[in-house]
């Protein structure tokens, strides 16, 4: 059974002038959440940016909070591509400063100031929630590959890692206001990786006794 944000995709899959309208669309939000943050981007001006009619924007997407989510989700798959360099800490590393370099952009600043504006919203709120999903499904490559080299344990979930990992880097551009760097994150990412094989070895000690 799809999930709302994979049917949503599956719609909004197809050929032609539709899916050119919605790259230049896409493009458009992108660039307007770049120049004027969330606070100031307008349905108007992202049209008249992409050469397209207010109202097919809204057919597509109903509101302005939908196209954002869309398009930041759509830049952030885009902008963070899954490593493979082959050890878990290298791309776990690789992985957490490539997202420290989105959040610390323009658009990630952006980004941020939509997910405060409508963190009542229960609707998007589901929504940023099988984005999500969608992205840690994708994610999970990393980690299959890991298991394969004896690196992580098979069938252990990496979300409490990735949650650790993401929290920090959130952490690190939005409250602290210092960049990511593979010096800071590699000792970051080595405990949290420890403290995960020994939770491990824990839960099976536990079953086994």
Do not use: C
Request: aromatic fraction near 6%; hydrophobic fraction near 45%.
């Amino acid at each position: 059974m799809k999930t709302g944000a994979e049917e949503q995709h599956t719609q909004r899959r197809p050929g032609g002038r539709s899916a050119r309208v919605r790259e230049a669309v896409v493009a458009a939000t992108v660039a307007e959440l770049q120049e004027q943050g969330y606070d100031k981007l307008n349905i108007a001006a992202v049209a008249a940016r992409a050469g397209v009619h207010e109202t097919s924007i809204y057919r597509r997407w109903k509101t302005r909070e939908g196209l954002v989510t869309e398009a930041t989700f759509a830049l952030f798959a885009q902008k963070i591509v899954l490593p493979d360099r082959g050890s878990l800490i290298d791309d776990l590393v690789s992985l957490m400063v490539a997202a420290g370099r989105h959040l610390s952009s323009p658009l990630g600043y952006a980004a941020m100031q939509f997910a405060l504006a409508t963190r009542k919203d229960p609707v998007l709120t589901r929504e940023m929630h099988e984005h999500w999903a969608l992205r840690f499904r994708t994610l999970k490559q990393v980690f299959e590959r890991a298991a394969g080299r004896g690196e992580w344990p098979r069938h252990t979930d990496p979300w409490p890692l990735m949650q650790g990992l993401i929290g920090a880097v959130y952490l690190r551009v939005f409250v602290l206001r210092e960049p990511v760097t593979p010096a800071h994150l590699r000792p970051l990412v080595a405990s949290l990786l420890m403290q995960s094989r020994n939770a491990r070895l824990d839960a099976v000690q536990e079953a086994n006794r």
